[in-house]
Nanobody
Framework: VQLQASGGGLVQAGGSLRLSCTAS????????VAWFRQTPGKERAFVAA????????NYADSVKGRFTISRDVAKNTAYLQMNNLKPEDTAVYYC?????????????????WGQGTLVTVSS
């Protein structure tokens, strides 16, 4: 299983970015997907997740109303649309997948991880 995250970059506060997570070796039609983020010296933090059954999504309070997780089963790609970005959103963002139907924020439940993509939000 390989997950490839992309779409990070430098953006001004208030701007938008869309991250992509392309999978090989698994299908998002039967795998839940999540996004986490990490800054230096801190633990990886939950951002959003979508379970493969019913597309139910879960978001961290800090991103509710600004970020949207979605998936395109035909392209086997998941997305994280990030709007109204803030400097505190600066981090390396990781996508993760699990074969169970879940939106848990627990990192231990996510069995496959991408390599991360850096998002930098300037003030």
């Amino acid at each position: 299983v390989q997950l490839q995250a992309s779409g990070g970059g430098l953006v001004q506060a208030g701007g938008s970015l869309r991250l992509s997570c392309t999978a090989s070796g698994l299908t998002f039609s039967r795998s839940s997907v999540a996004w986490f983020r990490q800054t230096p010296g801190k633990e990886r933090a939950f951002v959003a997740a979508m379970r493969w059954r019913n597309d139910i999504a879960n978001y961290a309070d800090s991103v509710k109303g600004r970020f949207t997780i979605s998936r395109d089963v035909a392209k086997n790609t998941a997305y994280l649309q990030m709007n109204n970005l803030k400097p505190e959103d600066t981090a390396v963002y990781y996508c993760a997948a699990a074969t169970i139907s879940t939106t848990t924020p627990n990192t231990n439940s996510w069995t496959s991880w991408g390599q991360g993509t850096l998002v930098t939000v300037s003030s």
